[in-house]
């Protein structure tokens, strides 16, 4: 059973920054032949896409809300994928989680069983 753990939420104040990190299991044999995306989700809202990234790293995509403050990377030695988060904004409070998408058609029908996500809130 493959397992996600999402880390590195906390609280920041707005301009802030943070990393986010999530380890897949030792249990992903070949990670890099995955694409990986970060999710969102925001209480009482639909949990969104906001970052993706190819197998070997070489191309990622970006919801527009988060393009050019938000960049994804991942190391496939590590099993890790990480996002960099600059510029936080108080609409950037969400859980975020990790995972990655079956189809390229639907960004719901994911791979592995969820992780428990990890926590970021953006207040001054």
């Known amino acids: 059973q493959v397992q996600l753990v999402e880390s590195g939420g906390g609280l920041v104040q707005p301009g802030g920054s943070l990393r986010l990190s999530c380890a897949a299991s030792?249990?992903?044999?070949?990670?890099?032949?995955?694409?990986m995306q970060w999710y969102r989700q925001a209480p009482g809202k639909q949990r969104e896409l906001v970052a993706g990234i190819t197998g070997g790293g070489g191309s990622t995509n970006y919801a527009d809300s988060v393009k050019g403050r938000f960049t994804i990377s991942r190391d496939n030695a590590k099993n890790t994928v990480y996002l960099q988060m600059n510029s936080l904004k108080p609409d950037d409070t969400a859980v975020y989680y990790c995972n990655s998408k079956r189809s390229s058609n639907n960004n719901y029908d994911v791979r592995w069983p969820w992780g428990q996500g990890t926590q970021v809130t953006v207040s001054s």
């Open positions: 030792a249990s992903v044999n070949s990670f890099s032949i995955y694409g």
